[in-house]
């Protein structure tokens, strides 16, 4: 089944410097790469999401980049602010199959430090 | 729509005893998922459903929890006897597939269980 890996594990970042979240997978059938974000006992929700059709997508201060060659997907932060400090979860799952289940990756713990 | 609905929030119950976690979908969504997550494992997969019918159970960790999904729009999480390393958050999630082409989940507000 599908595997991923995600790192870093934590990330400290000062207030407008920007973040890096990489995760590999192992499936090279997944073609759908979502992120989530958690903040503090809440709910994970989605942020941006990209198929494997495309390379990269962005969304205001955020970008995922996907090498598919490489297997590996990214999330970009840009201009972080005090609200992006939360636990990021990227995922990798296949579309168009009754499979169709998310695996997870372990998760980041970002803190912005104002 | 309220989004996916879970009850109870939180639970604190002693070893031994029999948990009930339950989780109403987003009317329509025809995929129900069940995750669990801890410090430990992060967010596991245990079971999900497409249109009632459990499609993937490998992430049920055993034989004392159980889930089912009687109609479209409730589903249950069963431990029985529940141990303290069952203590987690679990999460209810749901999709739907055909409107959005993606594997969108939407996740409920989870629920904290805690077994003393």
């Known amino acids: 089944g599908e595997n991923v890996e995600q790192h870093p594990s934590t990330l400290s970042v000062q207030e407008g410097d920007s973040a890096v979240i990489k995760c590999t997978y192992s499936d090279s059938a997944s073609n759908y790469f979502p992120w989530y974000k958690q903040e503090l006992g809440k709910r994970p929700q989605l942020i941006i999401d990209?198929?494997?059709?495309?390379g990269e997508k962005k969304d205001q201060r955020i970008a995922v980049t996907l090498n598919k060659t490489a297997k590996h997907f990214s999330l970009h932060i840009t201009e972080t602010q005090p609200e992006d400090s939360a636990v990021y979860f990227c995922?990798?799952?296949?579309?168009?199959?009754?499979?169709?289940?998310?695996?997870f990756g372990d998760g980041t713990t970002l803190t912005v430090k104002p | 729509d309220a989004g996916v609905i879970q009850s109870p929030r939180h639970e604190v119950t002693e070893m031994g005893q029999e948990v009930t976690l339950r989780c109403k979908p987003i009317s329509g969504h025809d995929y129900l998922f069940w995750y669990r997550q801890t410090m430990m494992r992060g967010l596991e997969l245990l079971i999900y459903f497409n249109n009632n019918v459990p499609i993937d159970d490998s992430g049920m960790p055993e034989d004392r929890f159980s889930a089912k999904m009687p109609n479209a729009s409730f589903s249950t999480l069963k431990i029985q006897p529940s141990e303290p390393r069952d203590s987690a958050v679990y999460f209810c999630?749901?999709?739907?597939?055909?409107?959005?082409?993606?594997?969108?989940?939407?996740f409920g507000a989870g629920s904290r269980l805690t077994v003393l």
């Open positions: 990209i198929r494997s059709n495309v």
């Open positions: 995922a990798a799952s296949i579309l168009k199959t009754n499979a169709g289940k998310s695996t």
């Open positions: 999630a749901s999709r739907d597939r055909r409107t959005s082409g993606a594997n969108v989940l939407t």
